[in-house]
């Protein structure tokens, strides 16, 4: 009999479509699960606040794994657990981006930041693209610059004053790159950093937390608060930023638009995540769970 009592699923390439939204086949696959009991979150690189207004725009209410595993957040948004880095580590961090003058942004307990607004915006408007070709540059621009509104992103002039701030703890930094050279030299640059984590959620950028900030920490940490066994946990995933949590569940789900290593670490392929593979996964599950 298979009994799956948690459920959680990655944002981006996954419970999100090529228009970065939450399909009602999704949306209603998830209501079903919750409604069976299930415990159903999400667990993503993206900060609370970007991820808040994508759940309520469908009537989602769940717990969320933030930043890669830095931010534990309850239903209600309040944080549970978080992990950041040191002021020295985030110099140190800070020091090779700059140096390989590669645009990234600051994830923080009190925001995201950035020194280069259009950058951003060009950087972001990159990777819709790519899922998106046919999209026309003025609806894309606009798209981006509502996400960018809504991620509540803060404009500074340098990070200086924010490492190290007693009042601010840094998270993660996310860089952004369409030289596929230039992040695998940059990544090389971190191995010679002690305490952080390097992994990626897509194929243009870099994602650098603590050391135990991931994924399948933070949902051993999540279970275990609840009295569930991970064996009867179920995640679902699409790039290397996943595999932690895949490696750890005893229901490990690949998307059909994974990258082959996350298809071939995973127990169970579902459909891609434009053709709401999400849904079919838990509806299959449920299926199974009310046969047995």
Do not use: W
């Not at 657990?81 to 645009?103: F, P, R, S």
């Amino acid at each position: 009999m298979t009994l799956i009592k948690c459920i959680a699923t990655d944002m981006d390439g996954t419970l999100l479509n090529a228009n970065q939204e939450i399909s009602e086949a999704n949306k209603l696959a998830i209501q079903a699960a919750q409604e069976k009991g299930i415990d159903f979150l999400v667990a993503t690189g993206r900060s609370y606040h970007d991820l808040r207004y994508i759940l309520e725009k469908v009537d989602i209410k769940c717990p969320a794994i933030c930043l890669n595993g830095a931010e534990i957040r309850d239903e209600n948004g309040n944080v549970e657990h978080g992990i950041g880095l040191d002021k020295a580590t985030a110099d140190k961090v800070a020091y090779v981006l700059d140096n390989a003058d590669m645009y990234y942004e600051l994830y923080t307990s009190n925001g995201t930041y950035t020194t280069n607004y259009e950058k951003g915006i060009q950087a972001v408007m990159d990777i819709y693209r790519t899922a998106n070709p046919s999209i026309e540059a003025s609806t894309l621009r606009e798209t981006v610059e509502k996400r960018f509104e809504k991620r509540l992103i803060k404009i500074v002039d340098n990070f200086d004053g924010i490492f190290g701030a007693e009042d601010i703890v840094t998270y993660k930094f996310f860089g952004f790159s369409k030289d596929a050279s230039l992040l695998v030299d940059v990544s090389r640059r971190f191995e010679e950093i002690k305490g952080i984590t390097v992994t990626a959620s897509g194929r243009q950028n870099i994602e650098i937390t603590h050391k135990h900030a991931q994924k399948g920490n933070a949902l051993k940490r999540y279970t275990e608060k609840r009295g569930i066994s991970l064996e009867d946990t179920m995640a679902l995933g699409d790039n290397y930023n996943d595999l932690s949590m895949l490696e750890v569940v005893g229901h490990s789900v690949a998307m059909g638009n994974a990258e082959k290593e996350i298809k071939d670490a995973c127990r169970y392929l579902t459909g891609l995540n434009t053709e709401d593979g999400v849904a079919e996964a838990i509806n299959k599950i449920l299926e199974e769970m009310t046969i047995s």
